[in-house]
């Protein structure tokens, strides 16, 4: 599989932009590689427009962070991706519309995240667990954290820097408080004896690795002469 496109400086019809093959003025993704071995890319404002097949048979890729907002996807711009994709961008963005229409899961990098409440819907509930509760059995198998920086500081509920089924055993717990109790209901953070943590949106940097198999995309003069050489031989 291929794991990384190259194409000549001399090429008027394609251009190479982070390892994609890309329109000439690099607005517009033709193709991914779809043997790169990466979980996660973050597409420049630069990039438009996502083409038809563009990600298709990705399987590696668990991430796609898209800059601009109004980047146009076209209807099978994504296809026979990785089970575990998610989509990131801001709430009022194309990004979240392609998810949406084609089931895909979207991660809000503008949402307001609040301890406990990694979904950002403002109640920490059993909804809340179960993210949790998916993300640690997600990396305990290998794959990546699918949280933004936001979501894993509401995640870590025990504030010990990891995700796991504590933090889980920890939102249920505060859920059936919360929706049990005849009193004023106290925040996760103080049911829990913890510091409220201050929260800081920053968006995941991509986890590379370098590429090992690419393709070069010749010049038309170069494609042209190999073809006369056929033609004489």
Do not use: W
């Amino acid at each position: 599989n291929v794991t990384a496109f190259v194409v000549s400086e001399t090429n008027t019809n394609f251009s190479a932009v982070d390892g994609m093959l890309c329109s000439a003025d690099g607005s517009t993704i033709v193709k991914y590689p779809a043997g790169a071995n990466i979980d996660y890319i973050e597409l420049p404002e630069t990039i438009t427009s996502i083409a038809d097949y563009a990600f298709e048979n990705a399987v590696n890729l668990e991430g796609i962070l898209a800059s601009n907002d109004e980047t146009a996807f076209a209807v099978n711009a994504i296809v026979n991706p990785s089970n575990y994709l998610v989509l990131y961008g801001n709430s009022e963005s194309t990004t979240k519309n392609f998810a949406s229409f084609n089931g895909i899961e979207f991660i809000a990098l503008d949402a307001d995240y609040a301890f406990g409440d990694v979904n950002a819907d403002g109640a920490v509930d059993a909804a809340d667990a179960s993210s949790i509760l998916t993300v640690y059995a997600l990396t305990s198998t290998g794959h990546r954290c699918k949280y933004i920086d936001a979501q894993k500081i509401a995640a870590d509920i025990d504030l010990d820097g990891n995700i796991n089924s504590s933090d889980t055993s920890k939102v249920l717990a505060y859920y059936a408080y919360a929706s049990t109790t005849d009193e004023a209901v106290v925040s996760l953070a103080d049911f829990c004896g913890v510091d409220d943590p201050t929260f800081e949106v920053e968006i995941i940097e991509p986890e590379t690795e370098a590429p090992t198999e690419e393709i070069t995309i010749p010049s038309e003069e170069a494609t042209e002469a190999a073809t006369e050489e056929a033609a004489e031989a």
